[in-house]
């Protein structure tokens, strides 16, 4: 089936650790988007990238880094300079253009002990 | 200035009623587009509704429709003959062009408003 996964599901990391987490589409989708959501929040956009081999910074991109290498594949680095990680982490991904909605994964819960 | 408002942290709705869940949206462009999402306590996303801003009719999905008010700039999702199903945090967005005005791509979400619907 097509669609977008998110690995791992739940993320254990101490404090000054870098992680990384996956997201991987099959949909053919051009465009790809990171976003965080914190308890009984909306959604801030982290990084976003419309096309292979380019990204762009979200509202909130400090302490994050993305590489966009394949058409498919959108991984997110939480990095130690991100002074308060712990959150939901969403993945979409969308056609691109002005109409298409974004299709998301199930999401990676990170938590910093 | 917040680009999308929804000002109704929680709803209650008795089942088989309809519900109102506002959203009002604040942009400068002509050309935008407007999407209702629903998160169940599960966490993923599911899109419910689209409208684009020349869209005269209002956007209808089954028992979502979407009534949009461009001069009020408001974007009111409506769900007709509630289930318990549809208890969940729900999320309006608004697609508008980025900076360059070159292209369209990320929605910014609203804070959302969580229903609960009651038997």
């Known amino acids: 089936d097509g669609g977008i996964t998110q690995s791992p599901k739940y993320l254990f990391r101490k404090e000054g650790q870098n992680v990384t987490l996956s997201c991987e589409q099959n949909?053919?989708?051009?465009?790809m988007y990171w976003y965080r959501q914190d308890p009984g929040q909306g959604l801030r956009l982290i990084y976003y990238?419309?096309?292979?081999?380019?990204?762009q910074k979200g509202d909130i991109a400090e302490g994050y880094s993305v590489s966009r290498e394949k058409k498919e594949s959108f991984p997110l680095t939480v990095t130690s300079a991100q002074k308060n990680p712990t959150a939901f982490y969403l993945c979409?991904?969308?056609?691109?253009?002005?109409?298409?909605?974004?299709?998301f994964g199930e999401g990676s819960r990170l938590t910093v002990l | 200035a917040q680009k999308i408002t929804q000002t109704q942290p929680g709803m209650f709705v008795q089942e088989k009623e309809a519900v109102t869940l506002d959203c009002t949206y604040d942009?400068?462009?002509?050309?935008?587009?407007l999407f209702w999402y629903k998160q169940p306590s599960s966490g993923e996303m599911i899109f419910l509704i689209y409208?684009?801003?020349?869209?005269?009719q209002n956007a209808t999905e089954g028992r979502y429709s979407l009534n949009f008010q461009k001069a009020r700039k408001s974007a009111n999702l409506v769900i007709s003959a509630s289930q318990l199903g549809d208890s969940a945090m729900y999320f309006c967005?608004?697609?508008?062009?980025?900076?360059?005005?070159?292209?369209?791509?990320?929605?910014?979400f609203g804070q959302g408003t969580i229903l609960t619907v009651h038997p």
């Open positions: 979409a991904s969308s056609m691109g253009g002005f109409t298409g909605e974004l299709f």
């Open positions: 949909l053919n989708h051009d465009a």
């Open positions: 990238s419309q096309i292979v081999n380019d990204f």
């Open positions: 942009t400068s462009d002509q050309s935008y587009g």
């Open positions: 409208q684009g801003s020349y869209d005269e």
């Open positions: 967005a608004m697609r508008e062009r980025n900076a360059g005005g070159t292209s369209y791509g990320k929605l910014t």
